[in-house]
């Protein structure tokens, strides 16, 4: 079996490390993690893997992660400080292991309780079948219908109420341990855990990741449910005299309850013998109130345990089984859809690839890239950034589109906006786009954009901040996202009210924070806010 490349433990730490290199980056600048992630590169990921643009994104960065833990296990390890992901790790076992006994002694307690056989009368075959069988199908069809209907109806799991609801409830059992251990923890400790727990509500894609989790332990308890209904029923039909019959009000006959048992033995009758109880032991283990018991036989009184078992091993466990295996699958599909092309990790890419000069006198090329340690962010982690990033290509992406409104485009000195651009695109690979032209429709406007996202560095749609963001805008970046892919870099450059001398000015603060909260809404991960012109 291939070892996934990633896991939501590794996540948790990439995170842990972005926030350490943004402090690092406050106290002494971007050159020092520029240096430091370019030797990374250059010496141990570019031996193995080779030139950058040659290598996927979320390879790199898992060789980048692996790096900075060896580094990390190195200078802290002797310490007794331990990552957040490996926290996370270490919790969610343990999580699992609670689920799992916990489901084993809900499952235990209910059968013994109802298996308390004093000789009096047998039990109910009914009642077992119904409560120990027929409920679990309940609760799977209910589950089952509204996988098929989101399934259906495309809706990704992350929408769904109930499972973001179970993910927020993991989210709040992992902050309950947290602060329960604290006492017991080194300051540094409860420091790394306390970026677990927020590193994880912060990004919008572990959240999401989180539902799978939690849908991993229903169905651990589900399976421990059912080891303990088997495991007590075997226990009592070796150790104690148990005997089963069935009676209904119905007036059904013998006949009819054996064709009904050998129609839901069908799955097993294969495998287990005797598979279900003949039509004679199910003649003699007909209970009838006004004749007692004297009827009964023992033979036929305790031919039903092995089909009980059997039903509940067949509707009731392996279903579980079938939910685990699939949920295990759907989370690492979920970890392999993450493209690894967001605001946050983009400068790190950035960082390995781009040539420096090197302190020992080894000259290279410099790129420059102002805005990285200029900007100012004011989005939360999981939304559009404030600020303008570094947008030249990471790989052999080269075509850049500048998308100007029909009313700037006329009052707009392209040289000058070229000047702006140029610290962060290469200007000979800038294509030009007029756009919101009268009577044009929208798909006529996007229409001249490459139709294939290989052929895209990014593109720019420049946007007055002083007039709030309208539903036209909203409806125009779904658009321009979906024909342009989910991981091209997207740039809302913002210019401020035009003067008499140029509609190039800076916007305000204020104007910055509202165009970024409503961009939060849209939930693009690679759609960056920011000022084109600084104050």
């Known amino acids: 079996m291939v070892k996934p490349l990633w896991r939501i433990a590794d996540l948790i730490d990439l995170h842990y490390f972005f926030q350490a290199d943004e402090t690092l980056r406050q106290r002494e600048g971007e050159s020092v993690l520029a240096k430091r992630d370019r030797i990374i590169f250059l010496a141990k990921i570019e031996p193995q893997l080779g030139k950058a643009d040659e290598i996927p994104p979320r390879l790199l960065v898992r060789k980048w992660l ?11 390890g002797q310490e007794g400080q331990v990552l957040p992901g490996t926290v996370w790790q270490e919790l969610t076992a343990l999580g699992r292991g609670l689920f799992f006994f916990a489901g084993i002694l809900a499952g235990a307690g209910l059968a013994g309780t109802f298996l308390i056989y004093s000789g009096a009368a047998p039990l109910n075959v009914a009642t077992y079948f119904g409560l120990f069988v027929l409920l679990q199908l309940l609760f799977l069809g209910l589950q089952s219908i509204f996988l098929l209907y989101r399934r259906v109806r495309r809706l990704p799991m992350e929408s769904s109420v109930l499972y973001v609801f179970l993910g927020r409830l993991l989210i709040k059992g992992l902050d309950g341990v947290r602060r329960r251990l604290q006492r017991s923890l080194t300051g540094r400790q409860r420091l790394d855990l306390a970026a677990l727990a927020g590193g994880v509500q912060q990004r919008k894609e572990l959240a999401a990741l989180l539902i799978w989790p939690a849908f991993l332990l229903v169905q651990l308890g589900g399976v421990g449910f059912n080891l303990g209904v088997i495991g007590v029923t075997l226990a009592k039909v070796a150790f104690a005299d148990i005997a089963f019959g069935w009676q209904s009000s119905l007036q059904l006959s013998a006949e009819a309850v054996a064709r009904l ?12 013998a005797p598979a279900y109880p003949s039509l004679a032991q199910i003649e003699g283990s007909q209970i009838i109130l006004k004749e007692g018991i004297t009827h009964l036989t023992t033979g036929a009184l305790v031919s039903w345990w092995p089909f009980l078992c059997s039903a509940v091993v067949v509707y009731g466990l392996l279903p579980r089984v079938v939910l685990l295996v699939l949920g295990l699958v759907q989370q690492q599909r979920a970890l392999e859809r993450l493209h690894f092309a967001t605001l946050e990790i983009r400068p790190l890419l950035l960082r390995m690839a781009a040539p420096r000069i090197d302190t020992n006198g080894v000259t290279e090329k410099i790129r420059t890239r102002q805005s990285q340690s200029s900007s100012v962010d004011l989005g939360a982690a999981s939304g559009p950034k404030v600020g303008m990033p570094a947008l030249d290509a990471v790989s052999g992406k080269t075509s850049w589109w500048v998308l100007i409104p029909d009313e700037l485009y006329e009052d707009c000195p392209l040289p000058s906006l070229l000047a702006l651009l140029r610290p962060q695109i290469d200007a000979a690979s800038v294509q030009w786009l007029r756009i ?9 406007i996007l229409a001249p954009l490459p139709d294939t996202a290989e052929k895209l560095a990014g593109v720019v749609l420049l946007q007055e901040a002083w007039q709030p963001p309208l539903r036209e805008t909203e409806s125009l970046l779904r658009q321009l996202r979906q024909r342009i892919g989910a991981t091209v870099p997207l740039t809302l450059a913002l210019i401020g009210r035009p003067t008499r001398q140029t509609v190039l000015t800076p916007v305000t603060s204020e104007q910055l924070l509202i165009w970024n909260q409503k961009m939060q809404a849209i939930g ?4 960056y806010v920011g000022s084109l012109v600084q104050p």
């Open 524 to 527: 693009d991960p690679c759609l």
């Open 66 to 76: 692996a790096i900075r833990r060896l580094q990390y296990t190195q200078e802290k």
């Open 261 to 272: 048992v050998q129609w839901i033995a069908l799955p097993w009758t294969w495998a287990v």
């Open 436 to 444: 919101g032209m009268p009577g044009t429709m929208a798909t006529d």
